[in-house]
């Protein structure tokens, strides 16, 4: 691993010596390492068996945060994804919380939400944990929302054998009135697309980060209803964002059709512990 940290901080332009390294805490899809050289402190991760692009879909979901100048994101100082030894470097944050870091959070979040594309989706598949996301840019969020993220991932469940019987029956009878809930004209907003808690980290003078994105240009409120599935997010985090950027009135109808494709992805990587949260869904819109 030495001689790969070594490659990665050349690759970086840090040709001085390592100080420390030592495996970073979390994480279970990559291997993640804090590295210091004399120049200084680097975040490096690591993935054996990484699929194609995995890190510079990450490094370009980054950037594309960055220049909504809304939240604040890692710099990313190099990646690879060459077979067997692909990695990413960047810049290693640390902080202590303050007293208003969770409204700057909400309030960033929120800033980041107004930026809008031109269409949504992305151009370029990604990846929901280790779990491949298929993309597209379509005109209609209902259409996308439908064919590349639930459909994908009820598909996967079938395939999986979690897609069988009354389940399977009451999500065919959802995607084919989907429409009487999701709208089809929402913004496009710049999303960070996996915003659970985890996903957030305290910097310099208690200013928040964004990390590990799944970009997507899509309807702000699925981002906002996959941060209710997990925690992770106080009470100042909400309303800094309504005071910026109030929700829609419906929130609280569709809040549960949103959760919906995180909790499909969950069951698909993890197993039927998450099939009771998504039966729970189906029957209240499929009865």
């Not at 994101?73 to 303050?98: N, Q």
């Not at 709208?183 to 003078?205: E, M, R, V």
């Amino acid at each position: 691993m030495h001689e790969l940290i070594e490659k990665a901080l050349h690759q970086a332009g840090d040709h001085s010596n390592i100080k420390m390294a030592k495996r970073a805490a979390g994480g279970s899809i990559n291997e993640s390492y804090v590295v210091g050289t004399y120049n200084r402190t680097y975040f490096i991760k690591y993935h054996p068996d990484a699929p194609e692009r995995f890190f510079e879909l990450e490094a370009k979901g980054l950037a594309l945060i960055r220049e909504t100048n809304s939240i604040a994101v890692p710099e990313v100082f190099t990646y690879s994804d060459e077979s067997s030894r692909a990695f990413l470097v960047m810049e290693w944050i640390e902080g202590a919380p303050a007293a208003d870091t969770d409204w700057k959070l909400g309030d960033r979040i929120a800033k980041m939400h107004q930026t809008h594309g031109e269409k949504h989706g992305f151009d370029h598949d990604t990846f929901i944990g280790s779990l491949p996301q298929t993309n597209g840019l379509f005109s209609s969020w209902l259409d996308y929302y439908r064919d590349r993220r639930l459909s994908v991932q009820m598909q996967l469940g079938i395939d999986r054998g979690r897609m069988i019987g009354k389940r399977r029956k009451r999500m065919e009878t959802l995607l084919e009135n989907l429409g009487n809930w999701i709208p089809d004209d929402a913004a496009p907003s710049y999303l960070h697309g996996d915003l659970w808690g985890g996903n957030w980290l305290t910097g310099p003078g208690g200013e928040p980060y964004v990390i590990d994105p799944s970009f997507l240009y899509g309807d702000r409120h699925f981002e906002i209803a996959f941060t209710e599935v997990f925690g992770g997010y106080s009470s100042d985090f909400y309303r800094a964002y309504q005071e910026r950027f109030p929700l829609s009135p419906d929130y609280g109808d569709i809040k549960p059709l949103y959760q919906l494709y995180y909790l499909l992805a969950h069951l698909n990587m993890f197993g039927e512990s998450y099939g009771r949260s998504v039966d729970t869904v189906l029957k209240r819109y499929a009865g």
